[in-house]
């Protein structure tokens, strides 16, 4: 069963940069469509970016032309670099399949945008 772990979260001031690492305990990684979702307090948890295996990429709205979604299959490993964060953008991040059958959820990593 894959594992997930994210990192690189943390507290940082509106308009900072942050970048969120997920790594994939399987090599089963490389041929999956991945995602970056994220869940705020007292909401539901939300896509935020997709990536497939031939590297095409979507954004939610809230995130366009600020986040890049980027993948490394040779290191099992999913980023997302994070830019002109704004408070809304707080909320725990996960990594997972780009897929209604997702894999276990890994712990997330916070990332709180205050200043």
């Known amino acids: 069963q894959v594992q997930l772990v994210e990192s690189g979260g943390g507290l940082v001031q509106p308009g900072g940069s942050l970048r969120l690492s997920c790594a994939a305990s399987?090599?089963?990684?490389?041929?999956?469509?991945m995602a970056w979702y994220r869940q705020a307090p007292g909401k539901q948890r939300e896509l935020v970016a997709t990536?497939?295996?031939?590297?095409?990429?979507t954004y939610a709205d809230s995130v366009k032309g600020r986040f890049t979604i980027s993948r490394d299959n040779g290191k099992n490993t999913l980023y997302l670099q994070m830019n002109s964060l704004k408070p809304e953008d707080t909320a725990v991040y996960y990594c997972?399949?780009?897929?209604?059958?997702?894999?276990?959820w890994g712990q997330g990593t916070q990332v709180t945008v205050s200043s």
């Open positions: 399987g090599s089963i990684f490389r041929l999956k469509s």
């Open positions: 997972n399949v780009d897929s209604t059958y997702n894999w276990p």
């Open positions: 990536i497939t295996v031939g590297r095409s990429t």
